[in-house]
């Protein structure tokens, strides 16, 4: 089979959506519609909660083994934080299983590729599944379904624009690892984060691009960014 | 090809004789999706982490075993590899895996003493004869590539500083990268073998130490 592994030899399909302009309009319709179940006050201070994770995401915590992180918070609980972050990927999954659902019946591909395809779909929709219980585990309510809008109009176009959705799902997990509280959302988070890896790496070496974009060390994605890269396929 | 075939026989046998806490936990998790179906693998995460607390041994215990594991990674791509008889894509794919666990070797090094610590010095190891060839090093590869990528997993939550859960999830993504690569590779599927794959199943340290203790001279 084809590969393309040359390091430098590949474009970064994610960087390529890292240049969008941040959009703090489509940010905030964004974020509506994923905290659209948690509730007022809850979803007000979870995302105020997320914001200042993401701020301070590269600060080291105390390693006092004695500290116990966030165990209590004036509103929203201990656990709006990890709401928000569980909807958040429960949104880009939502959009992920509907391109994928989308993919499998177009009947653009067979063989191999298909069957690639269809268990990457049905993959997509337990992580769904997965994080619905996650939000419901923590309390909150699981974001509405989201129906994308995907172009899906031949094998090659489909083929370049899944590798773009699975490396941004991977730095989009990425960037989130370090602001989760609850040590199992943490735990699902990493269990899912690597096989969208997988996947990604899959689907560069169907486009002959580098399995490993960014080299030994994958680059996280922040919510601002991720949230620009999928506004083009938002309803 | 079907996912049964992409077993790592090793690590189950760890898996069900273990006798560590861990290892049950495991076990167990394993035990429900087997008989609730891949719907439960959630939940078996959530069961295998949730009674667990940030390692005794701290964030450099658990940064010198990731060490540890990286030195036998490297060894293996940087040295095993030129006597393995490689040859094309199989040939770059190790030329470019190599690269990365050393990077992940200096990384974690200096990440170590970053946090005060002493990095561990590399154990000798020791690779079975079936290395030998191509195919006996990629079916080798994969199994420590996916070992790699549940013992970052298992570990992950049990890490106190965000700071270095960071840079442990920028080496995992890249280890289920070449994971995927290399089961593709040899006619694996590139998610893993549990359940409909969706998940990675975390280890615990204990049996992954377990897992490549063969190989440590």
């Known amino acids: 089979m084809p590969n393309a592994l040359n390091e430098e030899a590949g474009p970064r399909p994610v960087a390529a959506m890292e240049v969008l302009a941040r959009d703090p309009s489509e940010r905030k319709k964004f974020l509506k519609m994923v905290g659209r179940n948690v509730g007022g006050a809850a979803a007000a201070s979870s995302f105020a909660v997320f914001l200042a994770a993401c701020g301070s995401s590269k600060k080291s915590s105390t390693a006092t083994t004695t500290s116990t992180p966030a165990t209590s918070t004036p509103s929203g609980g201990a656990n709006a934080g990890d709401i928000t972050i569980v909807n958040y990927a429960l949104t880009l999954e939502y959009l992920e299983t509907e391109f994928y659902k989308k993919v499998v019946k177009s009947g653009l591909f067979s063989g191999p590729t298909q069957s690639l395809l269809q268990t990457i779909a049905a993959q997509e929709q337990q992580h769904v599944d997965a994080l619905k219980h996650a939000a419901v585990t923590l309390g909150g309510t699981p974001a509405a379904k989201v129906v994308g809008k995907f172009p899906v109009t031949s094998a090659a176009q489909v083929a370049k624009l899944a590798a773009v959705v699975e490396n941004l799902g991977a730095s989009a997990y990425l960037g989130q690892a370090a602001n989760i509280v609850n040590p199992e959302i943490l735990a699902s988070a990493l269990a899912i984060h690597t096989v969208e890896a997988r996947h990604a790496a899959i689907l560069n070496t169907l486009n002959k691009l580098s399995i490993t974009p960014d080299g030994a060390f994958a680059k996280p994605a922040d919510m601002a960014t991720v949230l620009a890269a999928v506004k083009p396929f938002l309803p | ?217």
Not at chain 2, 92 to 120: D, Q
Not at chain 2, 183 to 189: A, F, H, K, R
């Open chain 2, 1 to 217: 090809m079907a996912d049964s075939t992409f077993a790592v026989p090793d690590l189950a046998a760890v898996e069900v004789h273990g006798t560590t806490r861990e290892a049950f936990l495991v076990r167990g998790a394993l035990a429900a999706v087997a008989v609730a179906g891949v719907g439960a693998a959630g939940p078996f995460v959530n069961q295998a982490f949730g009674a667990s607390t940030p390692s005794a041994t701290g964030d450099l215990g658990i940064l010198n075993f990731a060490l540890t594991l990286e030195y036998l990674e490297s060894y293996f791509y940087n040295t095993v590899a030129k006597t393995a008889g490689l040859s094309g894509e199989a040939k770059s794919l190790a030329a470019l895996i190599a690269g990365h666990e050393a990077a992940h070797v200096a990384g974690l090094t200096a990440a170590i003493k970053g946090a005060g610590g002493t990095p561990v010095t590399s154990p000798k190891f020791k690779f079975p004869a079936s290395t030998k060839t191509q195919k006996g090093f990629l079916a080798l590869a994969s199994v420590l590539e996916n070992t790699g990528v549940s013992a970052y997993n298992g570990q992950g939550p049990l890490l106190m500083s965000k700071a270095i859960l960071a840079t442990a999830g920028q080496i995992v993504q890249v280890e289920a990268r070449h994971a995927a690569a290399i089961n593709y590779m040899i006619g694996l599927s590139p998610t893993p073998a549990k359940g409909g794959g969706a998940f990675d199943t975390p280890l615990s340290k204990a049996a992954v130490l377990k897992a490549v203790t063969p190989l440590l001279a």
